[in-house]
């Protein structure tokens, strides 16, 4: 049985201790700390993605969201202990009048931590291909619009199991983020606002939130993200920069995007949590298209580069074990 008062007490101390200390500049300041970084596998958030994609479709309702649900319980579980692992459950109405049966998925790692970071994605499917020219009530694999973000979330705790970060890192799952019809986002994002606006302890505070979405299709583009130059800019540069330095920069374009409506803004104006989204997307101004595999039926595993995995993965583990500066 998941151990929640535990997890809450952890989540709790979160708030004490960042609600007492550290100011904004302080919490988002980083330099290089000098601290051993372990390699991400891109094979292995390959096959995260592989496993996802084995249950099918996993939009809210379907037999693929339920199994889903339990496949990624149970591996976070077996990376972070059970009694770290929670499933906030809820419901939303659908469009049908039915109602929908999600779940927040969280993951706590380095629970002694009081000083902590947020890593998220969302984990479920867009139930119709609306920009596909067939079948467009036909909901889609969603290899890089969801399950990317997922593995390489999920190739981290596979990592933080075997080197603890030296940050407390809780990583979140959001569910129904992708269920709403284009043009009406009052039914996109229902995961990350039940989060918000439930949160499983009040006053959650952690220094800073990233959000990965779209981060594993061929020939990707990273723009700096409108709302997260916003929100966070300090942020966006220093992971821009970091992925400057790796090698990463026709990934990591120097270019300020889009405003992009995603989970991260809901994060930051709801918690105030400073919160920048990674996703794929044009940085034209006059043109917020994605790629064009998004929300079809093409958006399945031939699209995944391991090389787009591997260059968010090493920069995001370099920000979090080397560019972080956590008091001894």
């Not at 986002?185 to 918000?196: I, P, Q």
């Not at 594993?216 to 993200?225: D, I, L, T």
């Amino acid at each position: 049985m998941i151990n929640f008062r535990f997890l809450l007490l952890i989540l709790g101390a979160a708030f004490i201790f960042l609600s007492c200390s550290e100011g904004e500049e302080d919490r988002l300041n980083f330099k290089e700390q000098g601290r051993e970084v372990p390699e991400f596998n891109a094979d292995s958030a390959y096959h995260f993605i592989e496993r996802q994609l084995d249950f099918g479709p996993r939009n809210p309702n379907s037999k693929g969201h339920q199994q889903a649900k339990e496949y990624l319980l149970n591996t976070l579980q077996q990376y972070a202990g059970a009694r770290y692992v929670y499933a906030q459950n809820f419901t939303a109405k659908g469009y049908d009048g039915d109602t929908l049966s999600l779940s927040n998925i969280i993951a706590s790692f380095n629970p002694q931590s009081s000083d902590r970071i947020m890593l998220c994605a969302h984990w479920d499917t867009r139930p119709r291909a609306d920009k596909d020219s067939v079948n467009q009530d036909k909901p889609i694999l969603g290899a890089d619009d969801g399950a990317s973000g997922v593995a390489v979330l999920l190739e981290f705790a596979r990592l933080f199991k075997e080197n603890p970060p030296p940050i407390g890192v809780d990583i979140v799952l959001f569910d129904g983020e992708d269920y709403g019809k284009e043009g009406e986002l009052s039914k996109y994002f229902l995961g990350s606002r039940y989060w918000a606006n439930n949160p499983p302890v009040a006053g959650y505070s952690p220094r800073f939130s990233i959000l990965l979405d779209m981060v594993g299709g061929q020939n990707a583009r990273f723009p700096k993200e409108g709302y997260s130059m916003q929100f966070a800019p300090a942020l966006v540069n220093e992971v821009w920069a970091i992925a400057d330095e790796k090698g990463f920069d026709e990934l990591f374009i120097p270019e300020i995007g889009n405003k992009i409506s995603d989970d991260h803004v809901v994060i930051n104006r709801i918690l105030g949590i400073p919160s920048i989204d990674i996703i794929r997307h044009n940085s034209s101004s006059t043109n917020s298209q994605f790629a064009p595999y998004w929300h079809t039926h093409n958006d399945n595993l031939s699209i995944i580069s391991k090389n787009t995995l591997n260059g968010v993965g090493e920069t995001v583990l370099e920000l979090i074990y080397n560019r972080v500066n956590v008091s001894d």
